[in-house]
């Protein structure tokens, strides 16, 4: 699983050509810089930024010192296999570090995939509690663990629980 965060200092526009990799929610409207989107079309990747609606305001990630301009040039890129885990993207205008960059927020959604049919297997052999209903396998049960015991119950404190392990 890969997701990259970076300052690629690239506009991107809204051309249906990228949209596969490129989403139409970018904050410009023509341009579109070839090198990222030939590294995010090699890599597999989606960039994500672009493809959530929502004002300007909160597409900015930049702007400049003298604060008439604003771009959107810090971008989010997911792979294309898992793109749909990334639930949203936006700037957020409140963390200022002096730079002119605003901080780049993802929310994204992981699941582990677990083997249903291995857990409940794995489950079953192991505790099978309904096996006890039946009075001769509880009656086998009892006698094991009682014997169990018993045996607990006649070690010495002296005697090596390891056997010949602890004579050294």
Known sequence: MKILLENFHANLGKKNIFKPTVGNESLH????ENRIVNFATTKNLVIK??????????????TSPDG???????????????????????????????????VVVAKFRERMAVDKQAAQKFDVDRFNFRKLNDLEVRRQYQTEISNRLAAL????????????????
């Not at 930024?49 to 930049?62: A, D, E, H, L, V």
């Not at 119950?153 to 050294?168: A, H, Y």
């Open 153 to 168: 119950e006649n070690l010495n404190d002296s005697e090596d629980i390891n056997g010949s392990l602890g004579e050294r």
């Open 29 to 32: 409207l023509g341009r579109i």
């Open 68 to 102: 008439k301009t604003h771009n959107q040039i810090d971008h989010i890129l997911r792979d294309r296999k898992w793109h749909a885990s990334v639930l949203n993207v936006r700037s957020n205008r409140r963390a200022d570090c002096g730079t002119g960059h605003y």
């Open 49 to 62: 930024s672009t493809m959530f609606p929502r004002q300007n305001i909160y597409k900015y990630t930049w």
